[in-house]
């Protein structure tokens, strides 16, 4: 395993080698091949940035699903010392535009089918990507040398979005070590080699494809294969296709491939490792066992400042272990919280003294700030600490919970409480798939409000659902939503995260079915679910 510290070095490792390098349903690379043509693609950015008026930085924005393009380009940036953007197709419109100018981007390469998502004037050159005019400056540069750039581990290779769930997408500076780092690591610790294959159906704009699939791919020397967009039918059939034996996921797409319909033989496959986060706990056993595979499920970030994940010890629900350096503080107090106390039904019994923001006091780990965003780096960077934003609490023998995030905090009757436990509860409903908490506006701070989506269309009734609170002893009076909105579609990122910042400005008024409690008893909110909801319309 290389040592290298660029993303170039370790592309330019792979030059030479005639086993596949990149695998998709439009056809296979070699790695030389792979090299090479990046190699063209980084060339021909360089004529197309040099002949753009102005001075700026050398920002390409880079608007399309998990096509061979993608891949190309991003090599061809590390190779011609350009900065790939991810811009998020769920976006569109002003807000597309708002990411391309607060990333400087000089230019846009899309996809043509993502054309009308971005304004008619978004400011800068928009080229598609299988028009004439880029893919004839590609052509024009092959067989050119694969010498690269100069680059240090630190210099910027790509800016990823964060994904937009309590606010504006930021730019975060992702550099070669960013990027190698995390590559390096994983193909280390799962023993990935040149004879595996990683394969990346998350999108690449996102920092859970570039850093857990296509860097362990890169930096083990293995075969990556990438299929556009996510497909849960079609995860098994490319599974075997490519011969997959790594893949990575963020969020619940575990959860789309478990709904489908499941064959005698779905354990006979070449899949060995299954490694992403916050994938729901219930999934990780059902998954593994299905399909015979072993999955690893960790803590992370788009930022990158902590990082850790489960071992066979960790209790169900758990994170992981804290490492060293990473606290629980009061967010008000900066002093270490409490260690949880649990009853004996497990029901945490001192959240308001146990629940508090991960910090790690050792420094931002791989964080490298947000691109032209002070105030973000200082919230983030505090005295030398890096602070996460999420909330958790610590048991005993170090294990770490979540808790929510800082901005998902609902403070009612002047005591902050966390979401995540109230989620956790809410699901052990057999008939709830899915549960989201939310603050909403009340007379005095905040009123607790639930949504919940029905598992295989059974959703409890209002009483059942009351009867079903009453009976767990580990849900506070505090923690009982006062409204639990019903619905079959939550709003979602480009990676299944769901975006609570809408569910919140929508309301009890929000055209689903909404029950409002009263005392311990539900009962359906007055004119709820009689137009469409705020959260489906674009924004």
Known sequence: MTAAG???ELLLAQAGRTEPGLKTHEGTWTWDEVVATSAAHGAALRELLSGLPGDGPPHVGVLADNLPEFAFLLGGCALSGSVLVGLNPTRRGPALTRDVR????????????YR???????????????????TNLVAAHA????EQAPAGPD?????????????????VRCTHRKITGPGRMLADRFGLSTTDTTYIAMPMFHSNAIMAGWAVGLAAGAAIALRDRFSASGFL????????TYANYVGTPLSYVLATPPGSDDADNPLRLVYGNEGAEADLNA???????????AYGSTEGGIGFSRTPDTPPGSLGRLTDGVHILDPDTGETCETAEFGPDGELRNADTAVGELVNLSGPGWFAGYYN???????????GRYHTGDLAYVDADGFAYFAGRTADWVRVDGENLGTAPIERILVRHPAIAEAVVYAVPGRVGDEVMAAIVPAGGASPGPDEFARFLDAQDDLGPKQRPRYVRVTTDLPRTATFKVIKRWLAADGPDCGDPVWQRTGDTYRPLPGSGSHAPVSRQAR
């Open 6 to 8: 660029t993303v170039s």
């Open 102 to 113: 607060v990333s400087d981007c000089r230019v846009v390469l899309t996809q043509s089918s």
């Open 116 to 134: 009308p998502l971005l304004d008619a004037d978004p400011g800068v050159p928009v080229l598609d990507l299988d028009g004439p005019e880029w």
């Open 143 to 146: 067989g050119v040398s694969t």
């Open 155 to 171: 210099d910027l290779l790509m800016l990823i979005f964060t994904s937009g769930t309590s606010g504006d997408p930021k730019p």
């Open 237 to 244: 059939p490319d599974v075997r296709r490519f011969g997959a």
């Open 287 to 297: 998954f593994a066992e299905r399909f015979g595979c072993r999955v690893v499920d």
């Open 373 to 383: 965003d002070s105030a973000a780096d200082a919230d983030r960077v505090r005295d």
